[in-house]
């Protein structure tokens, strides 16, 4: 069965610092990717994807995530973190035609 | 529509009575997905519909939750006689594949009270 794994419940960063989100992932195939992240009182909106190529895949805000086959992992991070990425970031994975999620990762950055 | 819709927004309800929450999705979206999150946790997934058949019902947590969808657009997920653990965010998503992810709406906040 497919699984998604984020390790830390939070994550503390100093505004200016580099960031990374971990993600861990268990499932048959090549998997399919993605992050996501959610604001206080929104819903969830979509980050980046992983599907062929690249290890290194770039999205929205900066953020961008390396896809790692051996230690399937795939963390997010950024070079530098801003007070505005603070917010909850989901990793998911797919599996025939539906999305798993990780339980969440709380970014705080602090001024 | 340019997104998902989803409706109400906010929905307060007394334990025991019946509630329908609706989702409209992205035109073209053959794929709708129903989530549920409690208290900023993690996605719990309830229900996946292709079209307007439902090939997975497994999350649904209890005969209480029942959903359709009509016309291969707007999905309603109904909860009858509701109990204080169905408060959460009902979040519904659409995709054209998964490859593309999904578009998700701002949820519906159910409190029960």
């Known amino acids: 069965a497919q699984s998604v794994a984020q390790p830390e419940d939070q994550v503390n960063v100093a505004e200016g610092n580099p960031l990374t989100v971990k993600c861990t992932y268990s499932v048959s195939g ?7 992240v959610q604001y206080p009182n929104r819903g969830l909106q979509f980050l980046l994807k992983y599907i062929t190529g690249d290890n290194l895949v770039k999205g929205s805000y900066g953020f961008e995530a390396e896809f790692n086959k ?38 705080m950055v602090k001024p | 529509g340019a997104g998902v819709s989803q409706s109400p927004s906010n929905k307060v309800t007394e334990k025991g009575k019946d509630v329908e929450l609706r989702c409209d999705p992205i035109s073209g979206h053959t794929a709708l997905y129903w989530y549920r999150q409690s208290l900023g946790q993690g996605l719990e997934f309830l229900i ?19 959903a359709e969808r009509t016309g291969g657009s707007v999905s309603t997920l109904t909860i009858q006689r509701t109990q204080q653990e169905d408060s959460a965010v009902y979040l519904c998503a659409s995709s054209r594949t998964v490859n593309y992810g999904y578009t998700f709406g701002s949820g519906t906040r159910l409190t029960v009270v």
């Open chain 1, 70 to 107: 051996s230690q399937t992992s795939f963390h997010l991070k950024k070079p530098s973190a801003l007070v505005s990425d603070s917010a909850l970031y989901f990793c998911a994975v797919n599996y025939g035609n539906m999305l798993t999620f990780g339980g969440g990762t709380r970014l």
């Open chain 1, 30 to 36: 090549n998997p399919y990717l993605f992050w996501y």
């Open chain 2, 48 to 66: 996946y519909f292709q079209g307007n058949s439902a090939p997975d019902k497994s999350g649904l947590p209890s005969d209480r939750f029942s």
